[in-house]
């Protein structure tokens, strides 16, 4: 199995270089899906030792309104060891380089505990059965630019470095939903400010309800979104909203500003790549919500294959109801008795900054697991090629709708030392996946008339 997994690596690596970027899966391969492969792609037996097990999707369950994902089986579970830095040398091959980092700068306090690997996360049997049908007909002629994809997975089996990053961006994530995102800015002695953020959003792409369902092509609505800023009060009554489409430009996404010191709402064409998210005091750039979104169009992508790595999974602990936000700041990193971290098999992926549409990050490294395509880790780099930022996501699986999230999200900035924190609704309420919404309430006009009201 490691040896096929091996070749299977350098294979995609060779035909990455090889094939144009709009070249469709093999039929060969398309024709695991569902059987070897699982319905999105993933290897479905576990690895040689047994420490990464066979696919076991779990079935749908709890209500999709006050529902804390969890699983009390694996919560019991204690750590198999201890990633230290005295012992880091012996896991390097399945570390991040920003994990690296932070054993190496904080030798006396950080940690990655590991736990047993559990593979359950799935998909409504309509989205996988897309999927499977989409590895045949999808295409990528230009990064920006997908087609031929319907309701699944676009690209099940990729063949170049942006696919694995647009399964990313299109995996199913339900239908609509609010969040509650709080986030904090945590300093070097674990102090931390909280911003409050409501999210609304509407998924179109992917949605089971929207008869017949959307191709995946320029001009469809991927998603709308509309998040105000609760708190603090300076920055409460922000809000923006964003149409995401494929493409770039005005074309791919149309954004918009309320901020109450004008009280109107403005083009916001800023709301883009690597700008500062409001109210993040420059911790967070607007990609970087969701791990990844956005454009593709200022890097080259290229798939570097698939790795077994210690990854933050399984995640209830540090994403339920049962601790506090002070419980999860501590100082130079997160509490390391909440992440919870597991083996899994992950594509990684290299985007490389092209010289004429210039980002802060030179080169990002990014992780995705192999069950659900959700970015997991990012290696940051600048353009001086020194590590700049970690950035993790703590996956959990959530039965009631059938996907995953990263909650909460961490980015560390290794040239401050400081670290943001942002998706925790710990001391609020889960996600609400019952609301639905009019197309009229992501409107722009609509928030102006919301907040005059």
Known sequence: MRNQLHRWAVMLI????????????????????????????????????????????????????????????????????????QNMAQYAGKLTEGHKELLKR???????????????????????????????????????????A????????????????????????????????????????GKFTLTK?????????????????LELKPGIPLIKYVSE???????????IVAHEKAGTGPEGRAAWLYAP????????????????YEGTDGHQFYDQVDMFNGVLERYTWKLLGKREMYIPYNSYRISGNKIKYADIAHPKHVNPDLPRYELHRVWVVEAENLPNLRHTFKRIHFYLDEDSWNIVARDNYDHQDQLMQLQEGHLIFATNVLTTATVPEVIYHFNSGRYFVTAM?????????????????????????????
């Open 14 to 85: 060779l035909s990455t270089v090889a094939l144009p970027a709009m070249a469709k899966a093999p039929p060969e391969e398309v024709a695991k899906l569902g059987k070897e492969l699982t319905p999105v792609g993933a290897q479905r037996a576990g690895n040689d030792d047994g420490t990464i097990p066979e696919w076991t999707p779990a079935e749908q369950a709890g209500p999709l309104k006050g529902f804390w994902p969890s699983n009390p089986q694996v919560e019991a579970e204690k750590p198999l060891f201890s990633i230290t830095a």
């Open 106 to 148: 904080y030798p006396d306090s950080y940690r990655m505990d590991v736990y047993p690997s559990h593979r359950s996360a799935t998909f409504p049997q309509e989205v996988l059965d897309a999927s499977i049908r989409n590895a045949s007909t999808a295409s990528l002629p230009d990064v920006d630019r997908p087609e031929g």
């Open 150 to 189: 319907t309701l699944g997975l676009p690209f099940p089996i990729p063949q170049s470095g942006a696919e694995p990053i647009w399964n990313h961006k299109m995996k199913y994530r339900g239908v609509a939903g609010r969040r509650y995102n709080n986030q904090m800015i945590v300093q070097l002695d």
């Open 197 to 213: 953020i409501i999210e609304d959003v509407k998924f179109y792409y992917g949605n089971p309800k929207i008869d017949p369902p």
């Open 229 to 239: 800023i609760v708190s603090p009060p300076r920055m409460a009554g922000t809000f």
């Open 261 to 276: 010191a004008i009280k109107r709402i403005r083009r916001a064409p800023a709301v883009c790549c690597d700008n500062p």
């Open 425 to 453: 609704a710990n001391e609020d309420q889960p996600i609400d996946a019952s609301v639905d919404y009019d197309d009229i309430y992501f409107e722009a006009s609509s928030v102006q008339q919301r907040v005059a009201k």
